[in-house]
């Protein structure tokens, strides 16, 4: 039945034979299982093309089964297995049980429960990298959890780890970082075998999962070999051999680019294919699955040539390997000597990270070796790098971002100029200036900029009113808040930022750019509180005085003592005119400074741009030119004078009027009060704000909504009729800041103003809206933004929960400054994401762990991180891991007892503390340290060789102190003799077990725990009524560990003891 209903099927015309082709060309061989009564090339045979079966089952079941390309992927149950089923059981494939993807040597993923297969493009789908798996990379084609290959699992992968010390502390430590780092990805921990590294775990969904580089580093990964256990060679390849396909060989014949870069630096092109083949693996996966479309030389598939070529890698991996291989460190690119492979010297360092075992012919040769005695895109003025040091180090270094803004790297440093050459091996340290805010025009952070940029606007974001949403992390417990306000409040609270915006602008020595910057935020917050806030009492007839405006409005008009709420778009009008008058007066006032005072029609047609009605009258009164002045004074008013002055000028056209003998700047005046803003504006160059102004005091009605007229702007915007609103920074430069790209980018009022037009709900901008190219030249300044954000969505503007940019933009910013406090404080008001439940535990740890020293030093940080309700357990962690770096091994202690982490705590107790009080004298401070540990001693690995020999001494001593009232109990000494004897063999197991790990002054501390016992029980050995009672005391002083002197003094007394039992037996005899 196997052999008929795999027979070939007949071929199909037009492309579906080609696709069914491309399914089955390495699917089958690689995926089938040994379970399926099918010879392996007869397997390959009949599948190596896919064609079309004359059995309609068969052609059916083919159709369903899933798609599988890579040679190093396999399945559970296999194609041929999932065919012969589908045909027993039709719809099996849409409900396999337990379904299992795998990777020959990075580990396999079970399915757990039934799974719809059918179609599935399983290598594509999931992806196995060293040391984590990725399900669905693509989050676009991810689907819902539960669906797909999106559901639970239980996942093996392969660890490569050095082989562990045979003690159980090693061991422990490793399982307990796998737990952590699970607990830390939403996993659960299952189990870790460290005969053959597998290890186990499972997932609710699907996302990534394993260790990430900083895991990897933190534990010790054997960064040496990938396939270095003869065993889980001889594994993989009875797998390849059961699924009837060994993967293909890569001959590393094919062309070699001569042409190419590596050739033009003067390096072997073929010893560069082969560092790719090693370095990055991922990219060779993709090249596998298109090896049909490759002119190469046909690969062999032949399994016994796979099985010989896994073994020989193995062997030669082994050799290499031997003597174990550590760590070096880099050299000096034109220091590097190759070497030999069983050398071991430095020089074997490129080639000591193999990732895969494929077999690769041998090349002789010199090495990299870089000649500069000829231009090439490296060596001249494209770079000044000699070569990528990543290439030459590997993991020993790469290009990162350190704490406040240092950046290392292996380039040219950014500030330099000069035409020298750098080393790729020499490794510069830079800082980025990212405290810009709260610097002055000198460079020098000023403490009241500090207070102003983040403490002021802080302590009122921290006054408003707030929700507090408790979160469980594990046993612990998070307080989430949340901003709320009403719109009614809007107004009070926008002024109160502008107060504190004022100050520092009251602040000696800022620069031009800052000061521009800064009165462009108080802009931001006055057009806040226009667009967005609402009045109380609106039937009221106080209702507009409530800012002390109704003076500001002219367009206002005051009579009724009562205001509908009919009118409220209006009085927002009018507002938001008021505010747009005194954005662009000082732009008026420097073009009016430009021109002779004898152009008064352009200094009229200037201060028609602002709406300065009132200087454009009296101009025009001043120079008699008294119609205009009539003209003027109705500008903007009733539609019916704009249609009037419309309608003349359109019969002066028709009449065929020569405008030449008009003045130029009188027909644009006309023009303007006309409402033809475009034609008036020929020729003339204005900002977007007067564009703004002028399409809503001239063109649209003057009882058109604020929304309408944004929209109108933004129509004309589109079809390129209105002037594109740049950012501040830009619109009224220079500034001395060097800026970027920002033709992508709107002003942060303009955003604004679309927000109000389009509502909640309907605006699609926010990510680009709260970037700090809106509102500031420097990109790593938010502390302003944030505040506007958040004030924002407290009063129901928007609501969002993807601005996580801003958050962590503001949290690095806070950070750089030292604010730990504060950046800890918008961590907890970063919305809750249910893709991401540990975010904000896992932010606040890292600024625990990473700034400790910032915020542990200054009280008032500690203190307010207290009163977030950080667990004080977290902050305990961080400085005991922060004491303990720094060597101040006290004090961690300490800190590892606060927060519960007992073993720690043990071990720094036993190798590094108690003995140095010990030899102090300060016997009632390590009673108190080991006391503290004992309830928990059940969860303490070696207490008894450890932290409880103290105790057992302490103890032991206070009872040879009591009175002599004890003493005379029945077999005193044989009692205290056997409890010596139990201390002395506990000190001696300790000695034993710990070996290496207690320092000289633990081994002082022992013998001075022994001598002392041994004195004590050997003054109260004359207490004894027999000799043998005081010869089984010195029996047991001589198994202390004592000096050997001190041994020696003791045997001699035993011996003196023995003679006189001797003699007494002789007397006795005779």
């Known amino acids: 039945m196997a052999s008929s209903a795999l027979a070939p099927p007949t071929p199909r015309s037009g492309g579906s034979g080609e696709i069914q082709s491309m399914r089955s060309s390495a699917a089958f061989g690689t995926s089938c299982g040994g379970d399926f009564d099918v010879p392996t090339s007869h397997l390959h045979t009949q599948y190596k093309k896919r064609r079309i079966s004359p059995d309609r089952e068969l052609r059916e079941a083919e159709a369903l089964l899933p798609i599988l390309t890579a040679p190093d992927y396999y399945i559970k149950p296999c194609l041929a297995d999932l065919a012969a089923r589908e045909i027993s059981d039709p719809g099996y494939c849409s409900r396999v049980p337990d379904f299992t993807v795998g990777r020959f040597g990075y580990g396999c993923v079970k399915f757990l429960g039934q799974t719809d297969v059918r179609l599935l493009e399983v290598d594509h789908i999931v992806k196995f990298y060293r040391h984590e798996i990725v399900v669905y990379g693509d989050e676009s084609v991810k689907p819902a959890v539960g669906q797909g290959l999106n559901k639970p699992a239980e996942v093996t992968l392969n660890l490569k780890v050095r082989p562990l010390h045979p003690n159980k502390e090693q061991l422990q430590d490793l399982v307990e970082k796998l737990r952590k780092s699970m607990e830390r990805q939403g996993a659960r921990f299952i189990s870790f075998d460290p005969t053959n590294g597998d290890w186990r775990f499972s997932v609710q969904h699907f996302s990534r999962f394993g260790l990430t580089e900083d895991d990897e580093e933190d534990i010790t990964m054997d960064d040496v070999e990938e396939v270095n256990d003869p065993s889980r060679v001889n594994k993989d390849a009875e797998i390849l051999e059961e699924n009837g396909e060994a993967e293909e060989e890569i001959e590393p014949t094919g062309p070699m680019l001569y042409h190419s870069l590596p050739a033009h630096l003067g390096l072997d092109p073929r010893k560069m294919k082969e560092m790719k083949m090693l370095m990055f693996p991922s990219e060779d996966e993709d090249g596998v699955e298109n090896l049909n479309d490759l002119s190469y030389p046909k690969m062999s598939r032949s399994k016994e040539y796979m099985k010989r070529s896994l073994l020989n890698a193995s062997e030669r991996m082994t050799r290499r390997s031997s003597p174990p291989a550590v760590r070096k460190t880099p050299l000096a690119v034109l220091e590097y000597n190759p070497a030999g492979i069983d050398s071991t010297s430095p020089g074997n360092i490129l080639m000591a990270q193999q990732k895969m075992a494929l077999p690769l012919n041998p090349i002789r040769g010199d090495g990299f070796k870089l000649k500069l005695d000829r231009q090439t895109p490296v060596t001249g003025s494209h770079s000044r790098n000699i070569v ?185 009008r009018a507002e938001f005119s008021c505010w747009l008058q005194e954005s662009v007066c000082h732009r008026v006032q420097e073009d009016l400074s430009s021109l002779d005072e004898s152009s008064y029609l352009e200094q009229i047609f200037i201060l028609l741009t602002g709406r300065q009605l009132d200087a454009a009258v009296e101009m025009a009164v001043s120079r008699g030119d008294v119609r205009l002045a009539c003209l003027l004074s109705q500008a903007g008013g009733s539609t019916v004078n704009r249609a009037d002055v419309a309608r003349q000028l359109d019969l002066w056209r028709a009449n065929g009027l020569d405008f030449n003998f008009v003045e130029k700047e009188r027909t644009r005046i006309y023009e303007l009060l006309s409402g033809n803003i475009h034609n008036a504006l020929q020729g003339v160059q204005i900002d977007w704000k007067r564009f703004l102004g002028l399409l809503m005091w001239y063109r649209l009605s003057p009882e058109t909504p604020l929304p309408d007229l944004f929209k109108n702007y933004e129509l004309l915007l589109d079809e390129g009729k209105a002037p594109y609103p740049l950012p501040i920074y830009v619109d009224e430069g220079p500034v001395e800041e060097e800026i970027g790209d920002t033709e992508k980018n709107f002003d942060l009022t303009y955003y604004l103003m679309l927000l109000h037009a389009n509502g909640e709900g309907k605006f699609g901008s926010l990510k680009t809206m709260f970037t700090t190219s809106s509102s500031t030249y420097d990109p790593l300044d938010y502390h302003m933004i944030w505040h506007q954000r958040a004030v924002l969505e407290a009063a129901g503007v928007f609501t969002s929960n993807d601005l996580q940019v801003l958050d962590m ?262």
Request: hydrophobic content about 40%; some cysteine.
């Open 388 to 572: 990528d040091a990543g290439l030459f180090m590997g993991k020993s270094f790469r290009v990162g971002w350190g704490p406040n803004g240092v950046l290392l790297h292996s380039g040219a440093p950014v500030s330099s100029s000069s035409s020298e050459r750098w080393l790729s091996s020499v490794i510069n340290v830079e800082k980025v200036s990212i405290d810009k805010v709260v610097s002055d025009e000198n460079d020098k952070t000023r403490k009241e900029l500090v207070d102003c940029a983040f403490g002021a606007p802080f302590n009122l974001h921290k006054s408003l009113n707030r929700d507090i949403k408790q979160v469980h992390v594990g046993s612990f417990t998070l307080k989430l808040q949340k901003v709320i306000t009403n719109r009614l409040a809007l107004a009070e609270i926008c002024r109160n930022y502008i107060d504190i915006i004022e100050r520092q602008l009251e602040v000696p020595g800022l620069s031009s750019s800052s000061r521009l910057v800064l009165m462009h935020q108080v802009l931001i917050w006055e057009l806040v509180k226009v667009l967005f806030s609402v009045r109380e009492n609106v039937g009221g007839p106080n209702s507009l005085g409530a800012d002390n405006e109704e003076d500001m409005m002219p367009d206002v008009k005051e009579g009724s003592p009562e205001i509908d709420e009919e009118s409220l778009p209006l009085i927002r």
């Open 809 to 1070: 933009g503001i949290v690095s910013q806070l950070l750089c400054t030292g604010q730990c406090h504060w950046a800890i404080y918008v961590v907890l008001h970063m919305p809750q994401c249910d893709d991401y439940p540990y975010l904000h535990a896992t932010v606040i740890r890292e600024i625990l762990f990473q700034y400790c020293e910032t915020w542990s030093s200054d009280e008032s940080q500690y203190q307010f991180i207290q009163n977030l309700e950080i667990p004080s357990e977290w902050l305990h962690e961080a400085m005991a891991v922060y004491f303990n770096y720094h060597g101040d091994l006290s004090k961690a202690l300490e800190h590892f007892l606060e927060c519960a982490h007992w073993q720690k705590a043990h071990s720094i107790f036993t190798t590094s503390v108690a003995h140095t009080l010990f030899l102090s004298d300060k016997h009632s401070e390590v009673w108190r340290l080991a006391t503290h540990m004992e309830e928990h001693k059940s969860e303490i690995e070696n207490w008894d060789l450890g932290a409880g020999i103290y105790i057992s001494f302490l103890q032991l001593k206070s009872s040879f102190q009591e009175d002599n009232n004890t003493m005379n109990e029945k077999d005193p000494l044989e009692s205290k003799n056997s409890e010596c004897r139990g201390f002395l063999s506990q000190l001696n197991e300790s000695l034993e077990t710990l070996g290496n790990r207690l320092p000289t002054d633990a081994r002082i501390a022992y013998s001075k725990m022994a001598e002392e016992i041994s004195e004590l029980l050997l003054s109260i050995s004359s207490w004894g009524e027999s000799r043998d009672a005081q010869l089984s005391c010195f029996e047991t002083v001589l198994t202390a560990p004592v000096p050997e002197d001190l041994c020696s003094n003791h045997l001699q007394d035993a011996v003196s003891l023995f003679t006189c039992y001797l003699s007494e037996m002789a007397t006795q005899s005779v």
